[in-house]
């Protein structure tokens, strides 16, 4: 690996990690040895990148640096265009738009070196079977979650019955075949998982609902996690 790709790949292994990464923990990584790592992280520093800490205590990238747009890997492009084509083809239309549209412009941007990763792509999704159709803008709940907002839905059951359930949805869980809304539901007072094929309606409330999105994907993966214990335990 050329120096200046091990440089923006430690910019990168800082950026995936909220707590020091340890020189040690760098040069394991990339494949060189710490006294490799400690001449490089001397030379992000003195070229102005915010990176805080010093050997032995690890290193800590400050929060809002960015590189330069679209220094990208061809690892990096062909795992971008392989998942915005799994979007394209599972998404709902504004999102499987918006994947289209990624794919357009990053093919207009690379460098002329990597446009064959886009458009002589060797990668792409594959699904078996009909995939369910909503009947209903999931973008509606999209929304939601970025706002924290209260979202009343008209929702069937698997006989067929409808009921009006309020909601604070955390996570739209994305299978091969259906899609799920996870969320806190007030007429249960607990978790539950809602096809979007089965939502007929929803309707985004005027108030946001109490419990920062965070902490509800953390009850919802404790609960998950104990239920997973109980049903792996012995008798």
Same mark, same amino acid.
């Given at each position: ?5 091990r440089?923006f @790949?430690?910019?990168?292994?800082? =950026? *995936? %990690?909220?707590?020091p990464?340890?020189?040690?923990a ?21 070229? +102005?990148?915010p ?11 400050d ?8 220094m990208l ?11 915005a084509?799994?979007v394209?083809a ?10 289209e ?7 207009h941007? /690379?460098?002329?070196?990597? @446009?064959? /990763?886009?458009?002589d792509?060797g ?18 709940? *999209? ?7 209260r ?7 698997e006989e067929?019955?409808?009921?009006s359930?309020t909601?604070?949805p ?6 091969? %075949?259906v899609?799920?809304?996870?969320a806190?539901?007030?007429? =249960?007072?607990?978790?539950? %998982?809602?096809?979007?094929? =089965?939502?007929? #309606?929803? =309707?985004?409330?005027?108030? +946001? ?12 993966n ?6 997973? #214990? ?6």
């Amino acid at each position: 690996m050329r120096r200046t790709e091990r440089l923006f @790949q430690i910019i990168q292994i800082l =950026r *995936r %990690h909220a707590r020091p990464v340890t020189g040690q923990a760098l040069a394991e990584e990339l494949e060189t040895s710490v006294r490799t790592i400690y001449r490089d992280m001397a030379e992000l520093i003195a070229q +102005r990148v915010p990176i805080r800490g010093e050997a032995g205590t690890g290193y800590v990238l400050d929060r809002g640096y960015d590189m330069p747009p679209l220094m990208l890997t061809p690892d990096e492009l062909e795992a971008a265009v392989l998942g915005a084509k799994w979007v394209a083809a599972r998404g709902d239309a504004a999102l499987a738009r918006g994947a289209e549209d990624l794919i357009a412009k990053l093919s207009h941007v /690379v460098p002329e070196e990597l @446009q064959p /990763v886009i458009l002589d792509a060797g990668l792409a999704p594959v699904t078996y079977g009909d995939r369910a159709k909503d009947s209903f803008d999931v973008s509606i709940v *999209r929304g939601a979650i970025r706002t924290r907002s209260r979202l009343e839905i008209d929702y069937a059951d698997e006989e067929g019955r409808t009921s009006s359930r309020t909601i604070w949805p955390f996570i739209i869980a994305y299978w091969d %075949h259906v899609r799920l809304i996870c969320a806190w539901c007030e007429l =249960r007072q607990d978790f539950r %998982h809602f096809r979007t094929d =089965r939502v007929a #309606d929803a =309707r985004i409330l005027n108030s +946001r609902f109490p419990e920062p999105i965070h902490l509800l994907r953390g009850r919802w993966n404790a609960q998950r996690s104990r239920e997973r #214990d109980r049903r792996t335990s012995p008798p």
